[in-house]
């Protein structure tokens, strides 16, 4: 199993920014990290990820250059960094891992994780 806590959400305004922490815990071997978010009424939308052994990341287009995502392995710790945020950034923010090949460790199926935290809000406002 696999234990994730997020924390670091909060209420900004447009153009603001914020990082997001994400600390694992557990025995089981997870190799791909990331983020998705949820807002209300709209889809599960994956966000970024990290592929633990390469290094490699990949972004959903909605927020390539405005966010990065990292990783401190002495510290069993994911972080989201997020500048130049918008209203539409509005959303529960999920720390997510799985097990996975390389190529399959994307945006697209980060949300279909087996592991995920509760979840951080997010809130931008205009």
């Known amino acids: 199993q696999v234990q994730l806590v997020e924390s670091g959400g909060g209420s900004v305004q447009a153009g603001g920014s914020l990082k997001l922490s994400c600390v694992g815990s557990?025995?089981?071997?997870?190799?791909?990290l990331g983020w998705f978010r949820q807002a209300p009424g709209k889809e599960r939308e994956g966000v970024a990820t990290?592929?633990?052994?390469?290094?490699?990341?990949n972004y959903a287009d909605s927020v390539k250059g405005r966010f990065t995502i990292s990783r401190d392995n002495a510290k069993n710790t994911l972080y989201l960094q997020m500048n130049s945020l918008r209203p539409e950034d509005t959303a529960m923010y999920y720390c997510?891992?799985?097990?996975?090949?390389?190529?399959?460790?994307?945006?697209?199926?980060?949300?279909?994780?087996?592991?995920w935290g509760q979840g951080t809000q997010v809130t931008v406002s205009s």
């Open positions: 557990g025995y089981t071997y997870v190799n791909c």
């Open positions: 990290i592929y633990s052994r390469s290094g490699s990341t």
């Open positions: 997510a891992s799985d097990l996975r090949y390389n190529g399959d460790c994307t945006q697209s199926t980060i949300g279909l994780s087996r592991y």
